[in-house]
């Protein structure tokens, strides 16, 4: 047993019973669709976004049956909100009112400080009328210089609704060794129903069943997502750490558009990102940032800093691929500001370990190799032309020049243990991040990665329609023999990732679900990688570990 498992028993008997509390949330199709017979709390609560001394509160109010998420209608009502060391709030620590109207979709946050570092806390939420939410439970972080033994964090990415359920949210919210959630983005999705995946193939409908442009379209949907039970659940577990990716928007964005998005039928994207930013901030457990981005800084302790990225908002058009222009240097994925301040705070930082929340693959994949037959389908999962596949130019592929200037950075000044974690692309994979990928193994490697498959979004043997791991094991052996930075891929899975850090060593254990359709799937653990300090390199370890 690790000191870090003697942490983490520790606060167990504390957590447990929130997280049988968690499970035992009534099950979406239970809940009440509005309120009926006053003020009610239908789309759960969340914490998110710790601090040393502080977390921020999100719940969201239906003080009238009119007032519905997207509706524009309602009155304003006070929204109470108490902290407490026990779950039984005999020891109330901090509480407040917020105003909660219908300009912020009823949503409520409160940024609440005066909290003891590596604390478990208790909240919840009140109003007039008898409404009262169901109790959460938050963790704050360690004191910015404190020394700790470890920390864990459950990773996840990807959660299309119509594909199926949220069995990794609920497994997550059963844990009681973790610190948070980190989600690597796409948390909702754009798409009208039966679009993604086809209509035959849809597991549940979402709303609206058009696709979602105008604020009130994004706000029903993330309103949607607020009503699944295991969505209620991880949150009242854990608090998240979240960062978007495209689907928050529309597939495949860029600063000025997307490629699921037309602008004379869907409007000026301008508009349409500015709703899907306004909605994301009023129903995430996100602190609201200076000119609507999700990137900043984290820290736990003296162990790891983790350093969370925009990759939407700055960059300039994807390529197509084999055009050459990747590799132009006045095109960015980050914006100038976004990489400046990355690089300043990886050689600024004094912990242990930078991680680094990164919502698209920074490992250089060539897909050249695949097998013909399954170049379409891996070209429809990651949302390019059939005609051919070379690399992925949604991901920093696509953008070499600041992978190049970052990786540079990495090695010029001597900067060890930078972990990237990733979403995205409905694939699980462990991999050693090159400078120069063509001469890898005889060139260094300037960090690792491990990125998470999804929680329900298809990947290949969903797009094929075939057993998991047959066909796409040819496609694995290829992608892995052409880039011999790649250590392991898994092409069909879904489920989630578990990051444990110590200061010896990085490891992601990668858990897998029993099936995406099935509401009470089951996890198993798959395998683990790990990074020891200072050597840049993935390697394969034999357990998970807890």
């Not at 058009?317 to 240097?329: N, R």
């Not at 301040?341 to 370990?353: C, E, F, Q």
């Not at 001469?439 to 690792?448: D, I, M």
């Amino acid at each position: 047993m690790t000191p870090h498992d003697n942490h983490h028993i520790s606060r167990r008997s504390a957590v447990t019973a929130v997280a049988a509390t968690a499970a035992l949330l009534p099950l979406a199709a239970g809940l009440p669709a509005h309120a009926a017979n006053g003020p009610a709390f239908v789309h759960g609560i969340a914490s998110g976004d710790p601090l040393p001394d502080g977390v921020l509160l999100w719940t969201r109010i239906t003080p009238t049956p009119e007032a519905v998420p997207g509706s524009g209608r309602g009155p304003a009502i006070d929204v109470r909100w108490e902290v407490a060391s026990d779950r039984n709030f005999g020891s109330v620590v901090a509480r407040g009112t917020v105003r909660a109207s219908a300009a912020t979709d009823h949503t409520v946050k409160a940024d609440v400080r005066g909290l003891k570092p590596a604390t478990d806390y208790f909240y919840r939420f009140s109003a007039d009328g008898g409404a009262t939410s169901p109790v959460g439970r938050t963790r704050t972080t360690p004191a910015q210089h404190a020394s700790t033994d470890g920390v864990r964090f459950g990773v996840v990415s990807c959660a299309n609704w119509e594909s199926g359920y949220f069995a990794p949210y609920r497994h997550l919210a059963g844990r009681t060794d973790l610190d948070a959630i980190l989600h690597l983005g796409d948390y909702i999705y754009e798409y009208k129903s039966g679009e993604y995946p086809e209509a035959k193939y849809v597991v549940r409908p979402h709303k609206p069943a058009h696709e979602i442009v105008t604020l009130a379209d994004y706000r029903i949907r993330h309103a949607t997502y607020k009503t699944d039970t295991d969505v209620q659940a991880m949150h009242a577990a854990l608090p998240m750490i979240a960062i978007w990716d495209d689907h928050e928007f529309a597939d495949n964005a860029w600063s000025g558009g997307a490629e699921n998005h037309t602008p004379g039928s869907e409007g000026a994207w301008a508009a349409r990102m500015s709703a899907a930013k306004q909605a994301y901030f009023e129903w995430m457990p996100v602190r609201p940032s200076t000119g609507g981005t999700t990137y900043r800084r984290l820290r736990y302790g003296t162990l790891a800093d983790l350093h969370l990225l925009d990759l939407r908002s700055y960059r300039n058009q994807q390529v197509s691929t084999g055009s050459g222009d990747a590799d132009d240097p006045n095109r960015t994925l980050t914006g100038r500001a976004q990489l400046d301040w990355l690089k300043s705070g990886l050689s600024g930082s004094d912990t242990t370990w930078r991680l680094v929340g990164n919502s698209v693959m920074i490992s250089p994949v060539a897909f050249g190799a695949i097998p013909a037959d399954l170049l379409g389908p891996l070209a429809e999962l990651l949302g390019l032309p059939k005609g051919g596949l070379a690399v992925n130019t949604d991901q920093w592929d696509g953008y070499t020049d600041d992978r190049r200037e970052l990786l540079a950075h990495l090695t010029d000044n001597s900067i060890d243990n930078t972990v990237f974690l990733t979403g995205d692309i409905h694939m699980a994979w462990a991999t050693d991040v090159p400078v120069k990928a063509a001469t890898y193994p005889l060139s260094r490697s300037a960090a690792t990665e491990f990125v998470v498959t999804s929680v329900t979004s298809d990947n290949i043997d969903d797009i094929l329609h075939v057993p998991a791991h047959t066909l796409s094991l040819v496609a694995a052996a290829a992608i892995k023999a052409a880039n011999r930075h790649v250590k392991w891929v898994d092409m069909d899975s879904h489920g989630f990732g578990v990051l444990d850090i110590t200061a010896e060593r990085a490891q992601m254990d990668y858990y897998t679900v029993s099936d995406k359709a099935d509401r009470n799937a089951t996890s198993a653990w798959d395998r683990s990688y790990r990074t020891l300090s200072g050597t840049q390199k993935v390697e394969r370890v034999d357990k998970p570990v807890g």
